[in-house]
């Protein structure tokens, strides 16, 4: 499978994201694409991926001709964050980094938005490809332009929309995922075909065998799906001045979730079981059926994903969501289910319908 998939961004041509099984077309992907000699490259990365994958792209990298360095900083979230970025900036000034050098994320999503925002800042911006190994950051964050850093406690609360000159997937790096990463980014897929494309949702239902297995062909087309889906609504609503909240279905609960319950579960755990309450809810307007918000939940537990949490309550979750950014002044902003494939938003939820659908989560 040799697939590409080009994202535009305000009306124009941005960068393709490139389908692989290994990195053996990188190198040639990069010239076609970029066709401009870099002085410097850094490979920005975090521990657990340079142990696995910074010597084979470092190699690849080095026979640009340019000067390539990495940058690793220590795996997970609370590396996402100023200190971070800048030990990242001091490297690349000490490397004497340029307009005219590169940054590349070579890792999940919390490499991805770190890489891109120093890219966004450095010198008022230098270019930075993505190279994303987490089946969250293929699926979701290495598609739209969000970059950032969490600031005082507060998640991606410092950031810039700046986007990639490249996106290369080499699928199989999934491989070496553990289950619960692989699981959350599964969260996602779920939410992708539940907001946008009934067949696909259908697909999910009929080939988790496979997928868990991580079949790459398998793999390779939940990905690419997901890319589509969402590069097709951050090409109409770039800064999410509408559409683009719809991929936040199950993320205002969820979020509020994640907020309570610290490092307990994964973000896509909380997604999960942020979109069993909102199928709840589309159910009570009407929009989906008991038997389809049934379904939902049995194709959330087929990928090994929540349904329930334990020593949560309901009226924290509710005030919780309520400090999510997402709100529209007073009122939260909802995304349902029109139906199985299609969002939409809605205002008028009252708390005790909030309240009502959060129960059914909790144990
Ligand atoms: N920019 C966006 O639009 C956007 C969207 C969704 C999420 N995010 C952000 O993404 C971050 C979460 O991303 P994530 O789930 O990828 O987390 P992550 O980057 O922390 O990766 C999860 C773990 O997997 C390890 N890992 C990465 N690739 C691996 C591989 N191939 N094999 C084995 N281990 C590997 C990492 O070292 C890490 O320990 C959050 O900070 C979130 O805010 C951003
Ligand atoms: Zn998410």
Not at 117 to 131: H, V, Y
Not at 233 to 260: M, S, W
Request: with cysteine; proline share 2%; aromatic share 10%.
């Amino acid at each position: 499978m040799e697939k590409n998939l080009p994202i535009n961004y305000n009306d124009a041509f941005c960068y393709n994201i490139h389908f692989r099984n290994s990195f053996e077309d990188l190198l040639n992907v990069f010239k076609e694409d970029l066709h401009t000699d870099y002085d410097n490259i850094c490979i920005v990365t975090d521990s657990n991926v340079a142990s696995l994958y910074l010597y084979e792209v470092l190699t690849i990298f080095k026979q640009t001709g340019s000067n390539v360095t990495s940058f690793s900083f220590p795996a997970g979230e609370s590396s996402k964050n100023l200190d971070t970025v800048n030990m990242l900036y001091e490297h690349l000034i000490l490397k004497k980094f340029t307009r005219k050098s590169l940054l590349i994320a070579l890792g999940g999503g919390v490499v991805g938005d770190l890489t891109g925002f120093t890219a966004s800042t450095f010198l008022r911006g230098i270019d930075f490809i993505q190279i994303p190994t987490t089946l969250l950051s293929q699926v979701d964050s290495s598609v739209g332009g969000k970059t950032g850093v969490d600031f005082n406690g507060y998640k991606n609360m410092i950031g810039a929309f700046y986007m990639p000159r490249l996106v290369y997937m080499n699928i199989a790096t999934l491989t070496t995922l553990d289950d619960d990463n692989f699981a959350c980014g599964m969260g996602e897929v779920i939410k992708s075909a539940l907001i946008a494309d009934k067949e696909f949702y259908g697909w999910l239902k009929d080939n988790s065998t496979l997928l868990k297995a991580k079949d790459f062909d398998a793999m390779s087309y939940a990905v690419y799906k997901c890319c589509g889906i969402k590069g097709h609504v951050v090409e109409i609503d770039p800064t999410e001045k509408g559409i683009r909240a719809y991929l936040n279905f199950g993320h205002t609960l969820g979020h509020a979730i994640e907020k309570l319950c610290g490092f307990r579960l994964g973000h896509g755990q909380c997604v999960a079981l942020g979109m069993v309450c909102a199928s709840y809810l589309s159910e009570k307007l009407g929009y989906i059926t008991d038997s389809e918000v049934s379904d939902i939940i049995e194709t959330i537990k087929l990928y090994d994903l929540p349904i329930t949490v334990d020593n949560l309550y309901s009226d924290d979750i509710l005030e919780a969501s309520k400090s999510d950014k997402k709100m529209n002044g007073k009122k939260i902003k909802f995304i349902v289910l029109k139906s199985i494939g299609q969002a939409d938003s809605y205002m008028d939820f009252t708390d005790e319908d909030l309240i009502n659908a959060i129960e059914k989560v909790l144990n």
